[in-house]
């Protein structure tokens, strides 16, 4: 089995940022905001672009932007490395239509979450996924988000979904290394489907025992140094791992210092306007953090020697 397109090497390897979404107030992006990022991530050696993720504010934003979003990036990109477009939404036809606009402005697939508010049961979702595919002009991203979603890929779920050539992957970003294995279990019937780790922190762990690379968040503010990590772990160099998670562990201070769930991408939109990157703007019902989180954030970037 290959994918859909020539552009897209499956499976797909590496460091995937989920890109932030640069915002100049609530329905308008941060348009040289947006370049500067993309430039900055790409000069780190990153592996391709996830937009419209949860770290890019997808529910929050108006479907103009999105769409204008997507045309910017790929415009952006041209073609160095695959864009991914998530296209969840609680509406079917927004979805069809995100990925169509995906299609014609040059992404090379789409990423799918469970339809949120309404929880799905499992036969449910897997006939939610079937009836998708045929609207979807681009190839399929699973992206297991149980946290925000409140329902998670089951595994026979996604044994039954493995057999659609047109759906290629998952994001899992469950923390769930129990669960994660046993996707891995799953890949002897696909070998061209491609395992990424969400959460940053088990990125190693997850090449370890077999996943191909992450959608880490930090890789917005620090691309260089989690495509040191993928590539540390995939030759199992431990010694320059240990040092690299280090300077990791330090920089995700930045998701700690709100008090609030929303605070990762605070974290990480803020010190992106501190290194002169792009706007902090956040999406209501958030707001970007005050001076007194700013200052915290500004001395994380300074121990980590980015400021």
Request: proline share 6%; aromatic share 8%; glycine share 8%.
């Amino acid at each position: 089995m290959t994918s859909q397109t020539s552009s897209l090497t499956c499976p797909l390897q590496g460091i995937i940022p989920p890109l932030v979404t640069p915002m100049r107030d609530r329905d308008t992006l941060d348009v040289e905001g947006l370049q500067r990022l993309i430039e900055h991530v790409l000069a780190g050696g990153v592996h391709g672009l996830f937009i419209l993720g949860t770290t890019g504010e997808a529910p929050s934003l108006s479907y103009r932007v999105r769409r204008e979003l997507i045309e910017r990036v790929c415009h952006e990109v041209k073609d160095r490395v695959p864009v991914l477009v998530g296209i969840t939404d609680t509406a079917f036809t927004e979805s069809v239509h995100l990925a169509q606009h995906a299609a014609r402005v040059g992404a090379q697939a789409v990423v799918l979450a469970a339809p949120y508010y309404f929880p799905a049961g499992q036969p449910e979702l897997e006939e939610y996924v079937q009836h998708l595919l045929p609207e979807l002009p681009l190839p399929l991203f699973l992206y297991n988000m149980p946290a925000l979603t409140k329902v998670a890929f089951g595994l026979d779920t996604i044994e039954h979904l493995m057999q659609h050539d047109k759906i290629i992957g998952l994001k899992d970003s469950s923390a769930n290394m129990v669960y994660f294995k046993d996707v891995i279990h799953l890949m002897h019937q696909r070998k061209d489907w491609t395992l990424l780790m969400g959460p940053e922190e088990l990125l190693a762990e997850s090449i370890w025992a077999g996943g191909h690379g992450g959608v880490s968040g930090g890789a917005n503010i620090w691309p260089s140094l989690f495509v040191d990590i993928f590539n540390a772990a995939k030759c199992d160099d431990r010694e320059a791992l240990a040092r690299l998670q280090e300077k990791a562990f330090v920089l995700k201070k930045l998701y700690q210092i709100g008090r609030h769930p929303s605070s990762l991408i605070k974290g990480i939109k803020c010190a992106l306007s501190l290194l002169n990157l792009c706007s902090d703007f956040i999406a209501e019902p958030f707001h970007h953090f005050r001076e007194p989180e700013r200052q915290k954030v500004k001395k994380v970037l300074e121990e980590t020697g980015l400021l």
